[in-house]
């Protein structure tokens, strides 16, 4: 791991203070204390860094949870009681993992994937402008369309438009600026400019522009609109950040309802942050799943245990770890263990950073996951990558993460069942001579009750004298259900004088009195021709 460090030190950094304001957004966005969010930050990096199997994938508090984690904290009654679900919540990962769940991970179109990270990109880019001009009504990390302030995602912009704080502003255009002539510039110039990344300059200029401009009243920039970790007045104050789940409600039913919501939300948004990651990977690692559904379960009983957030493998810091040049996961071990040197030694120093100055990072990694460019290769892929590729961006954008997905999913499968319907069978018009028709039908590969319709539809169009050369060779898996329509075909067939010459590699039958004798089948079951 140590071999890339030049790379993974200063990609480390970037993801640092990508991570800082949503781990704190996320909490207060959950309803639960700012500390939590730091806890699931730290665990997420050093735990789950350390046991995952993925080189760069970054892992943190998930915004996709916080609506689940707010409602279940008063349900439950309190923090500590929903602790115990986090806790239980990572128990049901390990299982999940030791049953090797992750697999289906890989079942998710690449339209959809794709649909996934452009849609996130546009979200951190929409979510971040009321940030960047100062201001910050609904906290970082609050993803959904329908905000925890009230608002909605483009409300909101528009209400940041009518109460533009100057300072923030100023400081977030000159961190902007900074960002692009480092990576378009500077980053090309020489090895030291490679060492030291440009969302660093910009915090440091943020810091120092904070400090000049002071309390002026025009150009200064208020406390709101910093970044705001706890600061603890010594160790005691520190450790009483920490919370401990009351395993006294272990036996609640509703707790393990929880539980059991926070081991399948946060399952599926990992596995799905897990193929997203390993499509942008310039490497093209490959992230073994089951391991991480198993890191993910450690982490979790960890971070409960401490009173931390539920965690997953998160795209906005894993994206921003591969655009800086992230090559191993210490970049993800090395990011949490700067959260907690800075929550411990440099607390203040780290609420002088302007949030204006981290929307400024985070745009740049919001325009990179979603290119203008990206949109017109997927239009020019044709309707069945296109269609669910803007399904999936539109419900990311216009409800949430995994209802997003969802719609994308199900527009898949439609497009799926729709070219399976249409390729079930090959027809040819051989002959048309001596008064009878010849026609041959070849039947795919893979043949299944979604193909009823359209085999059902061509047999039943077929003109009366005419001769079938019906042609299975090629046919490995025919379901029942397929069998039953030959079957009443050949009924039909003797009606209308149509016969049917039966050729699979088992023989060739003229008109066979069963299909379902032919195929040696039992009724309600199916069969392989291989």
């Not at 090629?474 to 039909?492: G, P």
């Amino acid at each position: 791991m140590f071999k890339s460090i030049k790379s993974d030190l200063p990609a480390s950094v970037v993801v640092f203070f990508v991570a800082l304001p949503l781990c704190l957004g996320i909490a207060l966005a959950s309803g639960a204390p700012l500390f939590s969010g730091l806890i699931s930050g730290i665990v997420g990096g050093t735990v789950v860094g350390a046991l995952s199997g993925s080189k760069i994938g970054v892992s943190g508090p998930a915004a996709g949870l916080a609506a689940i984690v707010l409602t279940a904290i008063g349900t439950l009654g309190g923090f500590e009681n929903f602790l115990v679900a986090v806790v239980l919540g990572g128990v049901i990962q390990l299982i999940f993992g030791f049953l090797k769940a992750g697999i289906i991970g890989y079942y998710f179109p690449s339209s959809v994937i794709k649909g996934m990270l452009t849609g996130i990109g546009i979200i951190i880019i929409l979510k971040q402008i009321p940030h960047f001009f100062g201001y910050d009504a609904d906290p970082e990390g609050d993803f959904a369309f329908f905000q925890v302030d009230g608002e909605n995602t483009f409300s909101e912009i528009f209400l940041a438009l009518n109460n533009i704080s100057l300072g923030s502003t100023i400081i977030g255009f000159i961190g902007l600026g900074i960002l692009l002539l480092w990576s378009n510039v500077l980053s090309n110039k020489g090895k030291f400019f490679q060492l030291i990344q440009g969302p660093l300059v910009a915090v440091v200029a943020g810091i120092i522009y904070f400090l000049v401009a002071g309390s002026n009243s025009k150009f200064g920039i208020s406390s709101s609109h910093l970044v705001s970790v706890p600061v603890p007045d010594n160790l005691d104050s520190f450790l009483g950040q920490f919370r401990f789940p009351n395993f006294s409600q272990i036996t609640n039913p509703e707790v393990w309802v929880v539980a059991f919501t926070i081991a399948l939300v946060a399952s599926l948004e990992t596995l799905l942050c897990v193929e997203a990651t390993d499509k942008l990977d310039p490497h093209k690692n490959v992230t073994p799943t089951n391991r991480e559904l198993l890191a993910q379960g450690t982490g979790n009983i960890i971070s409960g245990l401490i009173g931390g957030l539920p965690i997953t493998q998160v795209i906005v810091r894993s994206s921003a770890n591969i655009q800086s040049g992230g090559r191993t996961k210490m970049s993800a071990i090395i990011h949490g263990l700067l959260l907690l040197m800075a929550v411990i030694l440099i607390p203040r120093l780290i609420n002088k950073i302007p949030l204006s100055v981290l929307a400024a990072i985070l745009f740049i990694v919001g325009y990179k996951l979603a290119k203008p460019a990206l949109f017109k290769q997927m239009y020019n892929l044709g309707w069945k990558q296109s269609v669910p590729f803007f399904v999936t961006v539109i419900g990311i954008v216009f409800t949430d993460l995994l209802v997003g997905i969802g719609l994308g999913l199900l527009v898949g499968i439609i497009v799926i069942l729709l070219k399976s319907y249409q390729n079930s069978h090959f027809l040819h018009i051989e002959d048309n001579s001596n008064g009878k028709h010849k026609i041959k039908m070849e039947l795919a590969e893979e043949v299944t009750f979604f193909n009823k319709g359209a085999i059902l539809k061509e047999l039943d169009s077929l003109p009366r004298d005419t001769y079938l050369e019906f042609d299975v060779t090629k046919t490995r898996y025919l379901d029942y259900d397929i069998i039953e329509i030959l079957e009443d075909f050949a009924f039909k067939a003797k009606e209308r004088n149509i016969d049917i010459k039966l050729i699979s590699k088992r023989g060739i039958v003229e008109n066979p009195s069963s299909f379902i004798e032919f195929f040696q089948l039992r009724p309600k079951s199916n069969i392989s021709l291989s």
